[in-house]
């Protein structure tokens, strides 16, 4: 009875020790021999076959990931090998330790990729390819949990978001300081106040805004306000400026003067951010997206005001004249005391047949930046790059799109790698003109040469996106999902489906995505754009109600923008008024208020009309100037690029400086870009 006993045991030993070392895997397929007979293009065509044939061929699959990983086919390696583990056996996976360790190194360089844009999937990859044998360093594991730990910490749901606290808390991280950034250690539960205040400005800067700002009002009514840090006191004033409703209650005088640069962004600061105070100065740009108050009348605050607007034109934030008109009196044009360019752009916004700038002649900054203008009035001036000779701009933009919107997936401590590469993109964005089927095989092929087959899936939606594919858009969006639930891939299938017809899976998808994000209301905005865009009206409404209700300052005006016009397509006049009177308040201004205005784009595509026979040559010129003030204005290249003529050299202007927009901070804008590339121009 103790004989047999003991040899059982030594069969479980026997059949233990074959299973560690992969004794019961099947005769593997010669594929050097293979390779030798019919080339490694035809051996991998060979295995494929198989594959198709007989999906649980554990031989075929496992020769394959090893001829796909010798030929630079890792995310086709990857695939295969996880289908053999999926498959399994009686007595587990059915391989060798070759194929083990290859499955291990994947996994690892996987893994890696992912920690380096921030991905909380990346934790999982690591974790299994130690499973697997591989040497995990200790510090990059570390890095792994701080984040997924922040991925939670993202989440609007309050028991996620403690989940990732304990997460950075609970492993002790921050025993490394060279691997974990020691704000971290401000997640403890016994945190000073000191500490939580640095990790809630390390959460804000890596978008976690709503645990940012708890951390961050911790601190402050723990802190005396005459020991506050100050960098801290300004990150603690960005995320109540987020967190506070346009209309909601005032934060305390003490609080928005301790704030920095982001004090001007507040009216309660207005005696220490008087423009000509700040002008030049980081609070600059916070004072130029400050809620416009009463107009300034005079002449000197006037002269500033004039010059930050000038400035925020250049930059592509807000239309000219109307940004003037909300901030400047029209009657300091006639104030003799005024400066000459002063009275000159404010008269000239407002439609008046005024001079070319005259020169500052005092030598005020303010002056001269207004006398720099010369060259918008004069409609010289650009800065796009020239397309290079013979490229295919609606090709190039598409690709740069693509390109430009997975680079946005990188937090501010972390980089993109692993994505197919622009001149990859091209080639399958060329090949699609040609024949769709050829583009999507490409596409395909980049997947497969990717180790990070997420990324690169995405990186193919948005390039279906761009080429104006939603269907394969939203089937390569679902595969990055599938293969990493990142909030921006959601997002991107979110979109994906309004633009192809299924505004209710939007909608699911858009609230999966905004829970996760960080900025939910962000999120929301740019779907009830893309809603209203297709058409989609009721949906639209409902997505902006979400986004009016959760979104900061910077993207309420969008919400309500799309808001607006859902419900002008439904025809609620009442609605639209409603909604048109809480959307003025805000800033920047929607323009189109003065029709003779030069500098507005939208008065000057206005004036262009539909379009229909022939063009007024004047109201291109003036659209072509409004153009030069307004360099990420899309409607007006766009209407340029339809409308002029033959041989005309600025439409080779407004198609480069297209293609520049492909690549945009703002991916609505920048895929707005690339469609009017795409439009059939009159030339």
């Known amino acids: 009875m103790r004989l047999a006993r003991a040899g059982g045991v030594a069969v479980v030993a026997v059949l233990a020790a074959m299973a560690a070392c992969g004794a019961r ?30 999906p649980r061929d554990v031989q075929a699959r496992l020769a394959l990931a090893r001829l796909a990983d010798e030929l630079g086919r890792p995310g086709e390696a990857v695939e295969q090998l996880e289908a053999v583990v999926a498959l399994g056996g009686p007595l587990g996976t059915r391989w060798r330790a070759d194929d083990r360790a290859r499955l291990a190194r994947l996994l690892l360089a996987r893994g890696e990729l992912r920690l380096a844009r921030g991905a909380a999937s990346a934790l999982s990859d690591l974790e299994r390819a130690a499973s697997f044998g591989a040497a995990v360093p200790a510090a990059e594991l570390a890095r792994a949990h701080v984040a997924h730990g922040l991925a939670r910490l993202r989440h609007v749901d309050l ?7 304990r997460e950075l808390a609970d492993r002790d991280l921050t025993r490394d300081r060279a691997v974990v950034d020691p704000e971290v250690v401000g997640a403890r539960d016994r945190a000073t ?104 009348h005079a002449p000197d605050a006037a002269l500033a005001w004039a010059a930050i607007e000038v400035a925020a034109a250049r930059r592509g934030e807000v239309a000219l004249g109307p940004a003037l008109r909300a901030r400047v009196d ?8 005024a400066a000459p ?27 001269a930046r207004l006398a720099d203008a010369r060259t918008l009035v004069t409609g010289g001036g650009t800065d796009a790059a020239p397309l290079p000779r013979g490229a295919d701009a609606r090709t190039l933009a598409a690709a740069r799109y693509a390109t430009a919107r997975i680079a946005a997936l990188a937090s501010p401590a972390d ?28 596409a395909r092929d980049a997947i497969a040469a990717s180790v990070d087959e997420a990324l690169a899936t995405a990186t193919t939606a948005a390039l279906f996106d761009a080429l104006s594919d939603p269907g394969r858009a939203r089937a390569a969006w679902q595969a990055a999902v599938d293969a990493s639930p990142e909030p921006a891939f959601v ?9 192809g017809n299924d505004p209710d899976a939007a909608l699911i998808n858009a609230t999966v995505a905004a829970a996760a994000s960080g900025d939910p209301g962000a999120v929301w905005a740019r779907v009830a754009r893309v809603l209203a865009d297709a058409g989609k009206s009721t949906h639209a409404l409902t997505a902006a109600r979400s986004a009016i209700d959760l979104a900061g300052p910077d993207a309420l005006a969008a919400a309500l923008d799309a808001a607006v016009d859902a419900s002008r397509a ?35 595509v206005a004036a262009l009309g539909e379009g229909a026979g022939s063009v007024d040559p004047a109201a291109l010129d003036r659209a072509w100037l409004a153009s030069r003030w307004a360099p990420r204005d899309v409607a007006t290249r766009a209407a340029l690029l339809r409308l002029l003529p033959a041989g005309d050299a600025r439409a080779r202007v407004v198609e480069a400086e297209l293609v520049g927009l492909a690549t945009d901070r703002d991916p609505l804008l920048a895929l707005a870009a690339v469609a009017a590339v795409h439009v059939p121009s009159g030339r």
């Not at 019919?38 to 494929?48: F, I, K, P, T």
């Not at 029209?330 to 005391?337: G, I």
């Open 193 to 296: 106040p000191g500490d939580r205040g640095s990790y809630g400005a390390w959460l804000w800067a890596r978008g976690a805004r709503r645990a940012a700002y708890e951390e961050l009002a911790a601190w402050v009514e723990a802190t005396p306000a005459d020991a506050r840090d100050p960098a801290l006191s300004e990150a603690y004033l960005r995320a109540v400026t987020w967190w506070t409703p346009v209309d909601g209650p005032a934060v305390p005088p003490a609080v928005v003067a301790a704030g920095g640069a982001a004090r001007c962004r507040w009216p309660a600061a207005s005696a220490t951010c008087a423009p000509a105070a700040v002008l030049g100065t980081p609070a600059e740009p916070e004072l130029a997206v400050a809620l416009p108050g009463a107009r300034e």
């Open 330 to 337: 029209a009657e300091v044009a006639a104030d003799p005391a």
């Open 491 to 499: 997002e991107g299938l979110a979109e994906a489906e309004a633009r």
């Open 159 to 165: 028991h996620e978001r403690e989940a990732g606290r």
């Open 341 to 367: 360019a002063l009275r000159w752009v404010v008269a000239y916004t407002a439609g008046a047949a005024a001079p070319p700038p005259p020169g500052s002649g005092t030598g005020e900054p303010a002056a």
């Open 570 to 604: 439904l025809a609620r006049p009442e609605q639209v008024a409603s909604l048109a009177a809480r959307r003025a308040a805000l800033w920047p201004p929607a323009g189109g208020d003065v029709a003779g205005d030069p500098t507005d784009p939208v008065a000057a």
């Open 415 to 442: 980089t993109v790698a692993g994505a197919p590469t622009e001149r990859t993109l091209l080639a399958i964005a060329y090949a699609y003109h040609r024949d769709a089927d050829v583009g999507e095989r490409l």
């Open 25 to 54: 895997a099947p005769e593997p397929v010669d594929v050097l021999a293979l390779t030798r007979e019919l080339g490694s293009d035809g051996a991998r065509r060979a295995l494929v076959a198989r594959v198709l044939a007989d």
